[in-house]
Protein backbone atom coordinates (compact mmCIF):
# COMPACT_ATOMS: atom_id res chain seq x y z
CA UNK A 1 0.00 0.00 0.00
CA UNK A 2 1.42 3.11 -0.80
CA UNK A 3 0.40 6.90 0.69
CA UNK A 4 -2.04 7.47 -2.23
CA UNK A 5 -3.70 4.41 -1.83
CA UNK A 6 -3.82 5.04 2.25
CA UNK A 7 -5.57 8.79 0.72
CA UNK A 8 -7.74 7.22 -1.39
CA UNK A 9 -9.32 4.41 0.95
CA UNK A 10 -9.88 6.96 4.22
CA UNK A 11 -11.43 9.51 1.78
CA UNK A 12 -13.33 6.76 0.50
CA UNK A 13 -14.01 5.54 4.11
CA UNK A 14 -14.87 8.86 5.14
CA UNK A 15 -17.19 10.59 2.78
CA UNK A 16 -17.31 13.87 4.96
CA UNK A 17 -13.20 14.66 4.55
CA UNK A 18 -12.57 15.30 0.63
CA UNK A 19 -9.63 14.20 -0.85
CA UNK A 20 -7.35 17.46 0.03
CA UNK A 21 -8.45 16.62 3.78
CA UNK A 22 -7.53 13.48 3.83
CA UNK A 23 -3.60 13.75 2.40
CA UNK A 24 -2.85 16.90 4.54
CA UNK A 25 -4.15 14.65 7.52
CA UNK A 26 -2.02 11.36 6.31
CA UNK A 27 0.92 14.35 5.59
CA UNK A 28 0.43 15.85 8.88
CA UNK A 29 0.49 11.78 10.67
CA UNK A 30 3.37 11.07 8.75
CA UNK A 31 5.43 14.25 9.14
CA UNK A 32 5.01 14.23 13.10
CA UNK A 33 6.08 10.80 13.79
CA UNK A 34 9.35 11.55 11.25
CA UNK A 35 10.00 14.89 13.47
CA UNK A 36 9.27 12.47 17.10
CA UNK A 37 11.97 9.77 15.66
CA UNK A 38 14.98 12.52 14.23
CA UNK A 39 14.04 14.36 17.80
CA UNK A 40 15.21 10.44 19.52
CA UNK A 41 11.22 9.76 20.58
CA UNK A 42 9.67 6.35 20.70
CA UNK A 43 6.19 6.07 18.97
CA UNK A 44 4.25 3.74 20.43
CA UNK A 45 0.30 2.50 18.54
CA UNK A 46 -1.57 0.12 20.26
CA UNK A 47 -2.08 -2.94 18.81
CA UNK A 48 -0.27 -2.00 15.65
CA UNK A 49 3.44 -1.73 17.19
CA UNK A 50 6.40 0.50 17.72
CA UNK A 51 8.62 2.78 16.03
CA UNK A 52 12.28 3.53 17.89
CA UNK A 53 15.79 4.39 16.42
CA UNK A 54 18.73 1.85 16.58
CA UNK A 55 21.89 3.04 16.81
CA UNK A 56 24.27 1.32 14.53
CA UNK A 57 28.31 1.97 15.39
CA UNK A 58 30.73 2.49 12.89
CA UNK A 59 32.54 -0.14 11.21
CA UNK A 60 34.98 -0.89 8.50
CA UNK A 61 33.73 -2.24 5.43
CA UNK A 62 34.45 -3.58 1.72
CA UNK A 63 34.46 -1.89 -1.22
CA UNK A 64 33.39 -5.25 -3.55
CA UNK A 65 34.81 -3.44 -7.03
CA UNK A 66 38.62 -2.82 -5.80
CA UNK A 67 38.17 -5.21 -1.97
CA UNK A 68 39.66 -1.67 -0.51
CA UNK A 69 38.79 -1.38 3.03
CA UNK A 70 35.98 1.38 3.98
CA UNK A 71 35.27 2.93 7.18
CA UNK A 72 31.59 3.09 7.40
CA UNK A 73 30.25 6.14 9.57
CA UNK A 74 28.06 5.52 12.78
CA UNK A 75 24.33 6.03 12.17
CA UNK A 76 20.54 6.18 13.79
CA UNK A 77 18.23 4.20 11.79
CA UNK A 78 14.63 3.84 12.43
CA UNK A 79 13.21 0.26 13.53
CA UNK A 80 10.04 -0.92 13.69
CA UNK A 81 8.65 -3.73 15.79
CA UNK A 82 5.23 -4.90 14.56
CA UNK A 83 2.53 -5.15 18.17
CA UNK A 84 1.32 -8.43 19.10
CA UNK A 85 -2.59 -7.97 17.69
CA UNK A 86 -0.95 -6.59 14.10
CA UNK A 87 1.28 -10.00 14.17
CA UNK A 88 -1.79 -12.28 14.57
CA UNK A 89 -3.90 -10.90 12.18
CA UNK A 90 -1.14 -10.91 9.35
CA UNK A 91 -0.58 -14.67 10.74
CA UNK A 92 -4.43 -15.43 10.75
CA UNK A 93 -4.36 -14.16 7.11
CA UNK A 94 -4.17 -17.02 4.47
CA UNK A 95 -1.78 -18.13 2.11
CA UNK A 96 -3.33 -17.21 -0.67
CA UNK A 97 -4.33 -13.51 0.12
CA UNK A 98 -0.52 -12.34 -0.06
CA UNK A 99 0.03 -11.68 -3.69
CA UNK A 100 2.21 -8.86 -5.37
CA UNK A 101 2.01 -5.29 -5.14
Known amino acids: MTRSDLVA ?7 Q ?13 LDAMSDAL ?6 EIRGFGSF ?7 RVG ?5 GEQVVIP ?3 VPHF ?7 ESVDAQPAAATTAD
Open 9 to 15: LLAERFA
Open 17 to 29: LTQRDTEFAVKTI
Open 38 to 43: ARGHRI
Open 52 to 58: SINHRPP
Open 62 to 66: RNPRS
Open 74 to 76: EKL
Open 81 to 87: KPGKALR
